[in-house]
Each structure stands twice: as structure tokens, then as C-alpha cells.
């Protein structure tokens, strides 16, 4: 138990916050948390040390709340996708996912270095998007990033986390892979097709998607927080990526529905543009810093991981 150890948490109305929320109150943290809509994270998530108003460009209390807190868990930023029919990257929604990360933890480190009881550690999202889009060719933590817009802000993102390096911070980058989560994200859309009987390999189905089931992205956190051995960037993947091809023909074992009906590349190309490179290319993400340290994968295979989430 890691009684009255205080920890800022931001993003915790999203995917992965909500879920790691009630399991840092259970092991004794004292959740500060910090976001746009403090009233509404409440409701969402009652039993909280405090609600505090965070936003990415805005200075406020939440910065007195971080001198002297133990830890920083930053996973804010405006949604990549929001649905795959949700938001178009349009130049605006571009600057937008950007601005809400780099001004966003520029804004949290800056708050460290002005801090006097500076915080151990500063755990900061990234993805596995920072390595840009590649074939088969297992990367770890050691690959250089890539160079397409989503690379690009992992990269100007994890330099500004890597500023509270100097301060003295013990700093996680987490570069999370696909997030497995029935009602929301990417296994929510994809398992649609499926449930209705057309589902099929997203084409061309070699592109490698690294993926993560939620309890080992937490457990990941977790290691990231509480290891000190842990720093620099982590991969958060499970150790056996999948081709797409392959991935849609578990999902559809899973489901009991066949992976029989191909979806072309140009039709997601004129439905999305851009952003059709999210799923029509992937990257193929091994977590060797995590497995180094020892962390032991709960679901190291996808089917079971599948299994157990759309049971
Ligand atoms: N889920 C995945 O599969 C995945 C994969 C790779 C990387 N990641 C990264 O991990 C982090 C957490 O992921 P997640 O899926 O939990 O995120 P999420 O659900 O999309 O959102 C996290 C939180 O960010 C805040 N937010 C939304 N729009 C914002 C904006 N325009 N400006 C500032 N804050 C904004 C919201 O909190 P408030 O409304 O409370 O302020 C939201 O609850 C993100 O940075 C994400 O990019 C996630």
C-alpha cells in the first residue's frame, strides 16, 4: 500500500485513466485529479482526493497540488480517432492533437521545474506511433521514430516530457499500442463488421498491429510507477503483435463470424483519407524494456485476450 503518496492524474475520464483510477485508490494513492471538466470527472469518478481544473495552455491550482506529490500520470491529449468515422484530421483537428500534448506537458513540466518539493516521477502517454509506420520488422524501444504526422507528435511530445529529466524526475515514456477495450477505441469498430457477418482483413493484412489488453496496460503502469528501475521509453504492447490478416481471423473465431470479406484499402482511403494510415498501416511493437524488468504479461496471446474481453 503506498498510503498518502499523492499522484496527479491527467486524462482519467478516458480509456485508460478510468480504469487505472479506482486501482490507484485501492493501493493507497491519494488521486489529484486534473481535467478540463472537473465537475463531470466527479461524476464519472467519485472518490478522488480532489477535482482540479487542467487545461493544457492554463496555469491554476492543480500546479500547487503537483509541489510535493509523488507522481505524475499524464494521459490527456484530444482523441487521435474518436471513432473511426468520429473526426477527420483536418488542419485544425491536426493542431489540436497536437497543441492538448506538447503544450500540455510542456505546461506540466514547467510546473515541475517551478515546483520546490520536486515530484519522483513523471509517467507521460506516447504510442507506439512514434515509430511511423513499418512492415513485419520487430522494433523496440531502441528504433529510431518515424517521420508521418502521428511520429511527429509522439516525438515533439516525449521532448518535452523528457525536459523533467533534467529536473531531476524520474521519466516514463509510454508508448501505448492499440488498447483492447470492447466499448471503445480501435476493437470497438472493428469487432462491428464482425457482429453483423461481414467482417474480413482490413487489406492490405500484413500491416502488423501491436496491441495491448487493458489489464496489462495497467499493470505496465503500474511497473512504470512503482519500479524505479523503470525510465525512459517503455513500450506498452503485448509480446505478440498480430498481422492484420491474422488478427481478423481470431477476432472472428472469438466471435464465432468468419473473416471472409475483405475491406479495400481506397474505400477507407475516401472515407478517411489520412487517417485510413492508422489502419491500413501499422508497425510491429515489441515491449522489451517491460519484459527486461520482469513484468509478466497477463494476457501474452490475443485470443485469450479477446476471449475475455467480448465474452
Ligand atoms: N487508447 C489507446 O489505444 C492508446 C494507444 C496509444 C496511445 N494512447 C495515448 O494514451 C493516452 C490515454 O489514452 P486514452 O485512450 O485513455 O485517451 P482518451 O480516452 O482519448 O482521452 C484521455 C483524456 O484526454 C482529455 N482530453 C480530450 N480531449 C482533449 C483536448 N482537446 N485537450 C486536452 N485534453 C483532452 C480528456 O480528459 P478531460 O476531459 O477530463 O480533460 C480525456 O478523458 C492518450 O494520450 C493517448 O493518445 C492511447
Redesign the pocket.
Known amino acids: 500500500m503506498q498510503h498518502g503518496k499523492r499522484i496527479l492524474l491527467t486524462?482519467?475520464?478516458?480509456?485508460?485513466?478510468t480504469k487505472l483510477f479506482p486501482l490507484l485508490c485501492e493501493r493507497g494513492y491519494e488521486v489529484v485529479i486534473c481535467?478540463?471538466?472537473p465537475e463531470q470527472?466527479r461524476a464519472k469518478l467519485p472518490g478522488a482526493a480532489a477535482y482540479l481544473h487542467?487545461a493544457?495552455a492554463e496555469s491554476g491550482p492543480w500546479a500547487t497540488a503537483l509541489d510535493g506529490a509523488h507522481a505524475i500520470i499524464h494521459?490527456?491529449?484530444?482523441?487521435?480517432t474518436q471513432g473511426l468515422l468520429g473526426v477527420r484530421w483536418t488542419p485544425a483537428y491536426k493542431a489540436?492533437i497536437r497543441n492538448?500534448?506538447v503544450v500540455?506537458t510542456r505546461g506540466l513540466v514547467n510546473a515541475i521545474a517551478a515546483a520546490t518539493q520536486r515530484p519522483a516521477v513523471l509517467i507521460s502517454?506516447s504510442?507506439?506511433g512514434y515509430y511511423g509506420y513499418s512492415d513485419a520488422t520487430p522494433l523496440d524501444e531502441t528504433a529510431p521514430p518515424g517521420d508521418d504526422f502521428v511520429a511527429q507528435i509522439c516525438v515533439a511530445w516525449e521532448q518535452e516530457a523528457v525536459r523533467a529529466e533534467s529536473l531531476g524526475v524520474r521519466v516514463v515514456r509510454l508508448r501505448?499500442?492499440?488498447?483492447l477495450d470492447p466499448h471503445s477505441?480501435?476493437l470497438a469498430q472493428l469487432q462491428v463488421p464482425f457482429r453483423m457477418h461481414v467482417g474480413g482483413p482490413i487489406m492490405p493484412g500484413t500491416q502488423y498491429y501491436s496491441w495491448i489488453h487493458p489489464a496489462d496496460e495497467l499493470g505496465i503502469l503500474l511497473l512504470a510507477l512503482e519500479d524505479e528501475r523503470a525510465h525512459g521509453p517503455f513500450n506498452a504492447t503485448a509480446p505478440t503483435p498480430q498481422s492484420n490478416r491474422d488478427f481478423c481471423t481470431t477476432l472472428g473465431e472469438v466471435l464465432d463470424s468468419p473473416a471472409w470479406l475483405p475491406v479495400p484499402e481506397f474505400s477507407l482511403r475516401l472515407a478517411l483519407g489520412e487517417m485510413a494510415d492508422l489502419v491500413v498501416k501499422g508497425q510491429c511493437v515489441l515491449p522489451a524494456r517491460a519484459q527486461a524488468l520482469g513484468y509478466s504479461f497477463k494476457y501474452p496471446h490475443l485470443k485469450p485476450a479477446l476471449q475475455d474481453l467480448l465474452k
Not at 75 to 80: D, E, F, Q
Open positions: 486524462g482519467a475520464t478516458g480509456l485508460i485513466g481535467s478540463r471538466y470527472a487542467w493544457p494521459l490527456a491529449g484530444a482523441p487521435i489540436e492538448s500534448r500540455g502517454a504510442a507506439v501505448t499500442g492499440i488498447v477505441g480501435a
